[in-house]
């Protein structure tokens, strides 16, 4: 299959990702950058609540519910927002006077001395070049677009999306280990849209995963930190555009969780962070050049992201969570400061100072509260606390090669937080919070403090390194405005100097250049050109060996550790071979299991976790003793698993109890079973004893 094949995949991802949100958020009025950085967030919280409510009314979750609901919903706020306008003049002047409802971004850009066109120009740029970087490195580690990441953790996702299309029912609050007995909560926003994406277009699960990932690594992503700078950092083109091309150099996000686990949950909801934490700054009233007073559509707009950002996965709330405290803080330092310095702007310190220490022991409360058992915690440290730090700084976490263009911006933007500490030290502390997190999980003892602060990520270094680039970019932004000042004020300061201006050197080639520098250096383009360059300098090194390890957990071999071409060969044939509505038994360890999200024919055991019936523990334990047992043959009649797929003893990950109920099959010493299809050493085994009965 070609990538061009793909063209109906990807329609429908974007429409799926961004058409609800950007009809609502248009009939809410918000408009620019909001509008298309806010719409995947919206979209999410949409699809994944939906797919909560609708199996308690009994309608199904599917495309015409979720588009349909989503048109309503459209409507819905375009009437409020037009009964708001006409009718509530009073109410709203109530509400401007404690605070600001004007919708972001209905105001220009400051052009900074460019030229008009090249200002229209760089937002779309800063979304462009980081999705053609992310999208091509994407689908180069992909390599076919029916590919899947060879990963233990992927055997769940692919189930998990064939599961709810086949359902039509993505409620997150039963999805599981995706069978009766083993119902429970797991975090479905992301699963819930890629879904639909395979119920509307028909295209295969790997495919929808691998557009869905694409788009938001790509798109999604990029929209998100050029959302958070605008509102870190204010509506400049400088920081917007280096926002956006920076981005796409980070090893730790968006490549490392697909290189790793694979943790698509995890890849979903972090993508949707740094809009997030945007929204939070500007509700907050802490973002340059807007007024102290909050912004109550940005509080209404966070309101309706969490949700879907929890949903995607509940940690990265907690991140968003600890991410914002030092804003809050901020904020309530501010009207401090604003007592203080007897600005006339009205304060209310203690009131704020309040807010913060509830709002601190809500943290605390949900720190301790939302986070799994310790039995899925394995991780442990592997690094000084000095290399960690180092890691920090240079985004290079786990080990991955120095970043150095990344290093020198960061550096910059800490010393220029500093030089401005009073309004930047909330930024810092940011990028703190996260340099702790990561530094603690990667260096720390074990323990009760490490456990503490970075058990809600399963004391994983990998997930809290995903973190870094969201609380790095801000710093980075603020390196790379700076160094680039200072390029156009040397060039300024020349000019002023008289530099370049001999006449002794008259017309020729060498004159006309040493009068060409000072004015090329000065000029507002050749900043933009050094953030473009430094954005192509981040391109190096560091992100090799993530590189590598994406191609390496998407290749297709003979050893493959998930799936041979063997294994798949032999599921690919399994639709022909195994009639719809049959059940097949197969160790899930082995990759068995996939025959469900593959071959679209289910399997007794979807997941490698779960609880299990005692009739599928039965299958699983002695499904070969069919020809002989009573009971067996029960278990099979009860469950229509007249089918097992033997993948060999090659597990992604070994189990404490092997499932010992195919050992009998690979030397023939089973009655009554039957070699049905076999590829190299992957057979496709039917029961012949139960049914002959």
């Not at 796409?248 to 934490?277: C, K, Q, R, T, W």
């Not at 300024?492 to 060409?516: L, Q």
Request: proline fraction near 6%; aromatic fraction near 8%.
């Amino acid at each position: 299959m070609s990538w061009w094949a793909t063209a109906p995949a990807f329609a429908s991802t974007v429409l799926v990702f961004f058409g609800p949100g950007l009809l609502v958020l248009a009939a809410a009025g918000v408009r620019g950058l909001s509008l298309a950085a806010l719409s995947a967030p919206i979209s999410m919280s949409i699809g994944s609540c939906l797919a909560v409510v609708l199996p308690f009314i009994g309608v199904p979750y599917n495309p015409v519910s979720y588009l349909g609901f989503s048109v309503c919903l459209a409507a819905v706020v375009l009437l409020a927002r037009r009964l708001l306008l006409t009718k509530g003049s009073a109410g709203l002047a109530s509400i401007r006077r404690h605070g600001d409802l004007e919708l972001v971004d209905n105001r220009p850009m400051v052009r900074d001395g460019l030229p008009t066109w090249i200002t229209r120009m760089l937002v779309p740029v800063a979304i462009a070049f980081p999705a053609l970087i992310i999208g091509g490195r994407y689908i180069a580690a992909f390599g076919a677009p029916d590919n899947f990441s060879q990963t233990f953790d992927n055997v769940y996702h692919l189930n998990a999306i064939k599961h709810i299309a086949e359902t039509q029912n993505g409620s997150s609050l039963s999805l599981g280990n995706l069978t009766e007995a083993s119902q429970a909560f797991y975090p479905a926003a992301m699963h819930d849209l890629m879904a639909l994406v395979v119920m509307m277009t028909g295209t295969s699960v790997p495919v929808a995963v691998n557009v869905g990932t694409i788009i938001l690594g790509a798109l999604v992503w990029p929209l998100s930190c050029v959302f958070l700078i605008s509102r870190v950092i204010g509506y400049r083109p400088i920081p917007l555009l280096a926002a956006g091309v920076l981005c796409a150099g980070m090893s730790g996000f968006p490549y490392m969780m697909v290189a790793f686990g694979v943790l698509y949950p995890n890849h979903a909801a972090i993508a949707l962070l740094p809009a997030a934490l945007g929204l939070v700054v500007e509700a907050l009233g802490m973002t340059p050049g807007r007024r102290r007073s909050l912004s109550i559509s940005a509080v209404l707009l966070a309101a309706a992201v969490v949700p879907g950002l929890a949903l995607a996965h509940p940690s990265t709330l907690l991140a968003l969570m600890a991410f914002a405290g030092p804003v809050v803080a901020g904020r309530a330092v501010r009207e401090f400061q604003g007592r203080r310095d007897g600005t006339g702007v009205p304060s209310r310190p203690a009131l704020w100072a309040i807010l913060f220490v509830v709002y601190s022991g809500v943290t605390l409360v949900a720190w301790l509260k939302v986070r799994p058992s310790l039995a899925f915690a394995p991780w442990t440290p592997f690094q000084t606390n000095a290399r960690a730090i180092g890691e920090v700084l240079g985004s290079a976490p786990m080990g991955a090669t120095t970043a150095w263009v990344l290093l020198i911006l960061t550096v910059a933007g800490i010393y220029v937080a500093a030089r401005q500490f009073r309004d930047m030290w909330w930024i810092l502390m940011m990028f703190v919070i996260g340099g702790v997190l990561y530094m603690v999980v990667s260096s720390w003892s074990l323990g009760w403090f490490r456990t503490f602060l970075t058990g809600v990520w399963y004391n994983d270094s990998f997930r809290l390194a995903a973190l870094l680039p969201v609380v790095t970019l801000p710093l980075s932004v603020l390196g790379a405005e700076w160094l680039t000042g200072l390029l156009r004020r040397t060039g300024t300061k020349r000019i002023a100097d008289g530099e370049g201006i001999d006449s002794s050197t008259g017309p020729s080639p060498v004159g006309r250049a040493r009068r060409a520098v000072p004015m090329v250096l000065s000029s507002p383009v050749t900043a933009v050109a050094a953030v473009l360059v430094l954005g192509l300098g981040t391109q190096g090194g560091t992100l090799a060996g993530v590189q590598t390890r994406m191609e390496e957990v998407f290749a297709l071999e003979e050893e493959s550790p998930l799936l041979t071409t063997d294994e798949l060969a032999l599921l690919q044939r399994v639709p022909d071979l195994v009639p719809a509505g049959d059940v097949i038994v197969g160790n899930p360890r082995t990759g068995a299991s996939l025959v469900y999200a593959l071959a679209d024919r289910r399997t007794i055991a979807p997941h490698i976790f779960g609880d299990r019936t005692d009739a599928e523990q039965t299958l699983l334990d002695h499904w070969d003793e069919a020809g002989y047992s009573v009971s067996v043959c029960d278990a099979i009649t009860s469950e229509g698993a007249v089918w097992a797929l033997d993948f060999g003893d090659q597990e992604i990950v070994p189990g404490d109890e092997p499932y010992i109920g195919l050992r009998a099959l690979e030397d023939g010493s089973a009655p009554g079973i039957s070699l049905v299809a076999e590829e190299g050493d992957a057979r496709l085994y039917r029961v012949d004893a139960c049914t002959e009965s």
